[in-house]
């Protein structure tokens, strides 16, 4: 099961990053999915709002569970998937692509290099359950 | 220790995600929520409610002592059939919200919520009046057949055959070849079908029965906003001992006439004639999130009340719930605001139902 693309960057908090230059794009992983059940309610921040990394930027809530959504870098909102907003449940289907949240530019593009790789998060997992 | 059901390992067969409720280890989905709610809307789901408990009352005084303890009156019940009650304190705080079933005056079936087990049977055998009051929790497994397609499902098992059961009346029968079920026609979802006691010896044999004719399993979270469309009450979220059924809009089950009255029954009368400063409504989010249990219920800037349950409904796809509300706001179109992360969004109060109920059609 390659569930967690070679591409993607992660967070203890199971969130992902796609980095290219100095841009990130965001979503939370396939296991932050299959954790909260299926996703009724997405709440994300504006375009021009301001990210710190490790600190919450929206909020998720499937049928059971309210969860913060945590920046896994520094930086200023510049897209922000509005259609996933309308019709959060994009995240159950493709957590990994359609399920794209927010882009950020970062403001410290070498936090990205603290992220964890596919093959770390994999092995996160593995310790956890 | 997690207490687990005849049903645990069925449950894990079945793919569950197990959680903790009211000490049992239960299966809160399978699939997901939406595809289990969505199943028992359209077709069928069963349901493990083995956690409930079963207390009996017996005896020459068993029907005086039930009218005593409960709130509604069983004397306007027939032999063989069920009904919705509550048991409360002296002050009119409910105890717990239970289902009476009527086999005779003299032998009585109580059905329990599982926080219920262990302090409804105290309650019940303190106030006995010399009926037999015994604890058969352990005895019973349960499980709870839901949806369009669930009464005919049930019946095909049935020896003797259940269909012609009215809507809260309940039989003994031969269920999948278990013998010693008890059959009843009522559930917390809303829609048609049944609940089945049975031996936990047999109940996995009744689950893969039941599996077999293509009932989806279905989870807590399913259970759980099924019965919030219906606006179904949830003890422990929606009432309890601060809380009197007047105020959780169970006044239908309040029966002031029954000779003797109930324990409880002058608090509530007080509460009655005085008027009540605050009801349980049923309400939607005009702006965007969802309420859950906890969030506090705002009137231009403070706090009036409190969110007893929230969800985003399945069937209507909208933020719906049931908030404690002064009762000047609780009537069908006040307007309050729910505090979510600090935040006020906009509420409105909704005739309930959310969603129309078949079951008692």
Redesign the interface.
Known sequence: MAAYPDSLKYTKEHEWARVRGERATVGITAFAKDQL??V??L?LPEVGAAVKKGQPFG?V????A?SELFAPVSGKVTKVNKELVDAPEGI?DDPHERGWMIEIEMSSPAEASELLSATQYEELLASEH | MALRTPLYDAHLAAGARMVTFAGFEMPVQYKGVIEEHAAVRERAGIFDVSHMGEVTIEGARALEAAQHLITNDLSKCSDGQAQYSALCNERGGVIDDIIVYRYSPARLFICVNASGRAKDFEWMREHSLGATVEQHSDDWAQIAVQGPRAPQMVDELCSPRVIDLAYYHFREATVAGVPGCIVARTGYTGEDGFEVFVRPAGARKLWDAFLERGAVPCGLGARDSLRLEVAYRLYGNDMDEEHTPLEAGLGWIVKFDKPGGFIGSEALARQKQVGLKRRLAGFKLVGKGIARHGYPALSKGSRVGEVTSGTMSPVLKEPIGLAYLPSELSKIGSAFEVEIRGKPVAAQVVKTPFVEKQASK
């Open positions: 059940g299926d009724v309610y709440e909020v809530e499937s049928t059971k309210v159950n």
